[in-house]
């Protein structure tokens, strides 16, 4: 395989950047661009050298570095690797990249160092993409669980379901090439004890994907009212009381943007629809066509109603929309009411959650997010020990692993022969194995390192 080189460190300046290179002539190529202070020329591994990086046509010093060296296969590729830890400019870190690529290194494509660790056989492949999702993680809990993965939880879980069939495999074979020898009954009472078992295992792995998927992409939550209502007010009180805001990006409906907030260590989208209201403007049905699509891609809904005033045709359309999806009521403005509230019947008779607020003097607020956090059972979601799967390309195999277990549990009843049914157990064995990457193809293996970024 070629040497590769790039930088690793985030595109920017920033008070050091690393330049990586892994491969064969990762030694040769710095022994031929980097002079160390100290002329001692043996390689230690895990170990820096401090010195100069030069460009060996003109002996120009490009910078003053740390050189740190892995010796194969102690390293994150094992493959031969050299950090190098220059100054963090961006024209140093290029410089330095372009030496390298001049003395035999080759530009690494995105996750390629990765890759290798993969094709190396340092980890497989949930690991590997465990790794883009630590990168990636927008809380504590979502890198903690991406952490266990790359510390091989789910691998050694989907390993030992594997071993568990293979083992059946094997009198499955001696049944098929030995017919003579009257093993079936014993070789279908294993067969169907052990399918049973891995169909519990693949049911509560699977189970564990709806908390996998609020760790990993959260909770949407839509703001949804007519105008004047208040959304704008409670977004800001919420986003005030989670004194959390973390980003603010356009979201994924058109003209909609999203709020990032964090309740108890789980991402919460907030679709911001302030941007529709002003497209309903111009014509009012736009502005309903898009609340819907909003709603429709939201796994919750609040749906604000000003208390003040008396429910009206515009509120009519909320509560249409919000009746069959899951929402809260919210009834706002309670400091412009002095007695007691009297709750609209078109609304009480929608039997949902019911909190009553200030978003200007900030009332109520708190029981919002109390809310969401008993809606989607937040507080149980427990990381420390359970494996949870978070990837959506894992859950999809899971599901078709189930399938194939099903399927052969229906030939298995079926008296159908043991051929057949040994098929369909091997393409459990298959599914489970592209989870792992045991059993996976090129593409991909690529499709998935090539989410990556550059230099990982
Ligand atoms: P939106 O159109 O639904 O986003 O509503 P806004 O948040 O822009 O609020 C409309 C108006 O109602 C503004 O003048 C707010 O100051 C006011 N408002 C919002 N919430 C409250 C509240 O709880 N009490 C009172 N008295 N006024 C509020």
């Keep these: 395989m070629s040497t590769i080189a790039a930088i690793s460190t985030a595109p920017g300046v920033g008070g050091i950047g690393i330049i990586r290179l892994s491969g064969e002539k990762a030694f040769n ?30 002996n120009e010093v490009l910078d003053e570095v740390l050189v740190s060296y892995f010796i194969k296969p102690h390293s994150y590729t094992m493959e031969n690797m050299c950090e190098i830890n220059s100054h963090g400019g961006n024209i140093v870190m290029q410089n330095i990249l372009e030496v390298c690529l001049e003395n035999g290194a080759e530009l690494a494509e995105p996750g390629e160092f990765t890759k290798r660790a993969f094709l190396n056989g340092r980890i497989d492949l949930s690991q590997a993409e465990s790794i883009i999702d630590i990168i990636n993680s927008k809380t504590k809990k979502e890198s903690k669980a991406s952490l266990k993965q790359l510390e091989g939880f789910l691998s050694k879980k989907i390993k030992s ?39 519990k295992e693949l049911i509560n792995l ?35 009381e989670e004194r959390a805001i973390v980003s603010k990006y356009k979201g994924t409906t058109r003209d909609s943007i999203e709020e990032l907030m964090n309740i108890d260590g789980i991402p919460i989208k907030i679709i911001d629809t302030a941007g529709i209201r002003e497209a309903s403007d111009e014509i009012e049905k736009i502005g309903i066509k898009r609340s819907k699509e909003i709603a429709d891609n939201a796994d919750l809904l609040i749906a604000i109603f000003d ?10 359309e909320i509560i249409d929309l919000i009746r069959d999806k ?3 009521i919210v009834l706002n403005k309670i400091d412009l009411i002095e007695e007691n509230i009297n709750i609209d019947s078109r609304i009480s008779d929608l039997n949902k959650k019911i909190i009553k607020i200030s978003a200007l003097t900030q ?28 990837n959506t390309r894992h859950k999809n195999l899971i599901n078709k692993a189930l399938n194939s277990t099903e399927n052969a549990q229906i030939s298995l009843e079926n008296k159908m022969p043991m051929d057949i049914v040994a098929i369909e157990i091997k393409n459990i064995l298959e599914d489970l194995g592209e989870i792992t990457g045991e059993d996976v193809s090129e593409n991909i293996i690529n499709e998935i390192f090539a989410k990556f970024c550059l230099g990982k």
């Design 307 to 316: 208390i003040s005033a008396n429910i009206d045709e515009e509120d009519m």
């Design 161 to 199: 379901i594997r071993k568990e069939i293979m083992d059946v495999m094997v009198d499955i074979e001696a049944d098929i090439d030995y017919p003579e020898y009257d093993i079936e009954e014993i070789t279908e009472n294993k067969v169907d004890n052990m399918l049973k078992a891995v169909e």
């Design 363 to 390: 009332d109520g607020i708190e029981k919002i997010s109390k809310t969401i956090v008993e809606m989607f059972k937040i507080n149980e979601i427990n990381i420390d020990d359970e494996i949870i799967v978070t």
């Design 29 to 58: 190529i710095i022994e031929k661009i980097f002079i160390p202070k100290n002329k001692n020329k043996e390689i230690k591994g895990y170990t820096f050298k401090y010195g100069n990086i030069i460009n060996p046509k003109t």
């Design 326 to 328: 899951k929402s809260i």
């Design 206 to 240: 699977k189970n564990t994907f709806d908390n996998g998927k609020i760790i990993k992409d959260g909770i949407k939550v839509a703001i949804v009212g007519k105008p004047n209502a208040g959304k704008s007010s409670l977004l800001n009180a919420l986003l005030k």
